[in-house]
């Protein structure tokens, strides 16, 4: 009889594992870009969110104060800014001591995540058509050097400082920090936060 054959064990050629390591290569790409977006959506929300609750917080303090409050939203260029110009990326509520004049903080000042600033295009954020520049010396406790801020007012009576005849819902749109150099246009991702004037209401959509 003759010995039964062995089936010599097929290995792999080098060509064969390379083709495999790149499949694989391409799946972890694709796999940490999708983590990545997905993270940096979750913080647009997370800021959005806090955002809208700030600003329903400033309408009921004015009412609870009895005193106008003023929500400042400051921009500036930051360090941790990859476009390297100067954005609305923090904000901060305040009020005026009808004593002495002087404007005092109700609370610190808020940065918007990472990912995170408020679209300075007026078609967006309405709220921040205009705004007033200062610097670092007339206002020390911000420490962010030059900088520019828009405001919104929250009165005793409910109402807000914004004009209801120039429209009926003021805006503000939070984008990704890389899209502010497209001017005019939204990125896939966003969400827009709108105050009704003659109410202070505030609505996340």
Excluded: C
């Excluded at 929250?154 to 503000?172: E, H, I, S, V």
């Excluded at 009704?196 to 209401?201: D, N, Q, R, Y």
Aim: aromatic share 8%; proline share 7%; charged share 20%.
């Amino acid at each position: 009889m003759n010995p039964t054959r062995r089936a010599k064990p097929h290995a792999f050629t080098l060509v064969e594992v390379l083709f495999v390591m790149a499949i694989v290569i391409m799946l972890f790409a694709a796999a940490a870009s999708g983590a990545k977006k997905a993270w940096g959506s979750q913080e647009l929300k997370a800021s959005a969110i806090r955002l809208s609750h700030d600003l329903a917080l400033a309408s009921q303090t004015a009412v609870k104060l009895n005193q106008t409050v003023q929500v400042r939203f400051y921009r500036y260029e930051g360090i941790d800014n990859a476009a390297g110009t100067p954005q609305f990326q923090s904000y901060q509520m305040v009020v005026r001591d009808p004593a002495s004049g002087m404007v005092r903080p109700l609370l610190e000042r808020q940065s918007l995540d990472g990912s995170s600033v408020l679209s300075s295009f007026p078609r967006f954020s309405s709220v921040l058509a205009k705004t007033e520049r200062r610097n670092q010396e007339k206002d020390p406790n911000l420490a962010i050097g030059e900088y520019e801020y828009a405001s919104v007012e929250f009165r005793p009576n409910g109402r807000t400082n914004l004009d209801p005849t120039a429209q009926r819902q003021w805006t503000l749109t939070l984008i990704p920090p890389a899209w502010t150099d497209r001017i005019g246009e939204l990125p896939p991702d966003f969400q827009t936060l709108s105050i009704e004037p003659l109410t202070g209401a505030v609505r996340l959509w």
